[in-house]
């Protein structure tokens, strides 16, 4: 036999394991629809987790960004004695920024924050400046402000504040809720993708160990005419792995679609702690990544259960 | 072509299915093994297509030394010897064509070599037409035809053909007969177990004949006259 032909052969050997593949799939429809509806699920948990993963970390990351110490000083404070507060601050190993707002600047927002209050700008327009400077500190870790705060609070430079530091307080508990919502998506995203992934690989070790079982006297006569392991074998294995194939691309259609539906239901763009916008962009702009995952993952349970389920249940060993 | 060298097969302590046989059968022969229902004929051809292997002793069939044979090698080893079972064997949901062509799909042939191939040996067992049947539209005889041309499709050396015609009438088994004589003339070699007193005596050939384990006669020209002893003596345990 000619080394062309011998590859010929394997391409031919490889192509029928894979229509073998097929056929089963389709001859054992309803223990087919059984591994591929619970395989959906899995790929499902994973997907939803994946997303309100990245949404929350998104919603966090945000939130983090508008938090800040103002520090509001008395207009009686000099330039110079302000830079060297504002020096003094920056050391503070906690700091991210520090931004000065002027009289004016801190004016101009006022008055575009009540844009619509007429009679309040007018009333304004004829004091003086009300609003005092103040000084804009970012933290770094916005869970250990105590640092900024025991400075801020030393009372020689408490004497130079004219009102009570603000620690966006409100904004704080938001953090901490959603930071606690993370955390938790993230532990039982994960436990519930272990538990689901472990149903499915069972639900197909018995769907082939059923189909071994079915067709025993024909996998025997295989055998005896000289079928190779991997002839007899194969076919269970390519019917697993579409069963994760199509798994994952029900999955992400069933994802798109409901992201689709949620994104125009909810006028708000967002649903308790849940940014669905920013869940379905996510989707969008990660779609490639999100299918291949799904798809790998899909392949990989289907290929590694009926790879075990077909070393346990076909002998292929001749008896002593 | 096919050599044992006292081969021992016991599968327990109280059950010695083979003992120390030793025979020599020469390219192109037709042998037939006669014994009664229990004596190790179908021991003896499990060893031979290597799904059971001996305890003891040596086979060596087509140049290949079978200790030295790996798990892996079975499927070679098959594809080279073409067997047929009383039981005949056959997928019942796949029709004749089918089921010749599987032998071939195993192998790896391709499929214009299948379309090409079939077809002739189907017509050497004289199936012709019959292409589109299921097992279950045949008879005892055409099904045991469909199954021999399965086995020769891939042109073995060797055909094995145990109790071939176990389940069928005389007419049918005599016709069976005719055919794996007609393969034996092609050239290969053909081994037959039967119990079927009239066809031993009919064809005249080299006649093995197994009794516990042993092999009690080798003769040639031979007929069937594993009656010589009592009984009695065959019954085991």
């Known amino acids: ?320 | 072509m096919i050599l044992l060298d006292r081969v021992t097969k016991i599968y327990n302590r109280t059950n010695t299915a083979l003992d120390r046989v030793t025979l020599h059968v020469e390219p192109k022969e037709f042998v037939i093994i006669i014994g009664i229902s229990g004596a190790g004929k179908s021991t003896l051809l499990k060893l031979l297509t290597k799904e059971e292997k001996p305890t003891s002793g040596k086979i060596i069939i087509g140049g290949l030394d079978y200790d030295k044979l790996k798990d892996s090698d079975i499927p070679m080893i098959r594809r080279k010897i073409g067997v047929v079972f009383q039981d005949f064997k056959l997928l019942p949901n796949k029709n004749v064509f089918e089921n010749v062509a599987l032998a071939l799909e195993i192998a790896g042939y391709g499929g214009k070599e299948i379309r090409h191939t079939v077809p002739k040996v189907l017509d050497i067992v004289g199936l012709k037409g019959k292409e589109k049947s299921k097992p279950s539209e045949l008879s005892g005889g055409e099904r045991q035809r469909v199954a021999i041309a399965r086995a020769v499709v891939r042109q073995p050396k060797i055909l094995i053909a145990d109790e071939p015609t176990g389940n069928l009438d005389p007419k049918h088994a005599w016709e069976i007969i005719k055919i794996l004589e007609k393969i034996n003339r092609y050239g290969t070699t053909v081994l037959l177990t039967t119990h079927n007193q009239n066809i031993v005596n009919k064809l005249r050939r080299r006649v093995i004949t197994i009794d516990d384990g042993r092999v009690v006669s080798d003769r040639a020209n031979a007929d069937y006259s594993v009656h010589e002893k009592p009984a009695e003596s065959k019954v085991k345990k």
């Open chain 1, 1 to 320: 036999m000619s080394a062309k032909r011998i590859g010929n052969h394997r391409f031919i050997t490889l192509w029928r394991i894979i229509k073998s593949g097929m056929q089963n799939l389709v001859r054992n429809a309803r223990l087919s629809v059984a591994a591929i509806s619970v395989m959906i699920i899995t790929l499902g948990i994973v997907l939803f987790s994946f997303l309100a993963n990245a949404t929350f970390k998104n919603t966090l990351t945000k939130l983090t960004d508008k938090i800040d110490v103002s520090v509001y000083i008395k207009d009686s404070v000099d330039e110079k004695k302000r830079d060297s507060l504002i020096a003094e601050i920056k050391n503070i190993s906690n700091v991210k920024s520090v931004d000065y707002v002027s009289k004016e600047q801190a004016l101009d927002e006022y008055k575009k924050a009540n844009e619509n209050n007429i009679e309040l700008l007018l009333a304004i327009s004829q004091t003086d400046n009300p609003l005092p400077a103040s000084l804009r500190i970012k933290p770094v870790d916005i869970n250990k402000i105590d640092e900024i705060k025991a400075f801020v609070e030393r009372p020689e430079i408490k004497a130079l504040q004219s009102d009570e530091t603000s620690y966006s307080g409100d904004r704080r508990e938001a953090i901490d809720k959603i930071a606690g919502a993370t955390r938790f998506f993230q532990k039982a995203g994960l436990v519930a993708a272990v538990v689901f992934a472990s149903i499915s690989m069972l639900i197909i070790f018995n769907t082939i160990q059923m189909a071994i079982f079915n067709r025993r006297d024909e996998l025997q006569i295989m055998r005896l005419l000289g079928a190779s392991t991997w002839y007899i074998r194969g076919p269970f294995i390519v019917e697993s792995v579409f069963y994760g194939i199509i798994s994952a691309v029900i999955a992400v259609s069933i994802g798109y679609s409901l992201m689709a539906v949620a994104t125009s239901a909810f006028d708000t763009s967002s649903v308790g702690i849940l940014d669905i916008k920013f869940a379905n962009e996510y989707f969008l702009n990660h779609y490639w990544l999100i299918l291949t995952s799904l798809l790998g993952a899909g392949i990989i349970i289907g290929a590694v259960s009926s790879f075990i389920a077909t070393r346990r249940y076909l002998k292929f060993k001749t008896s002593k």
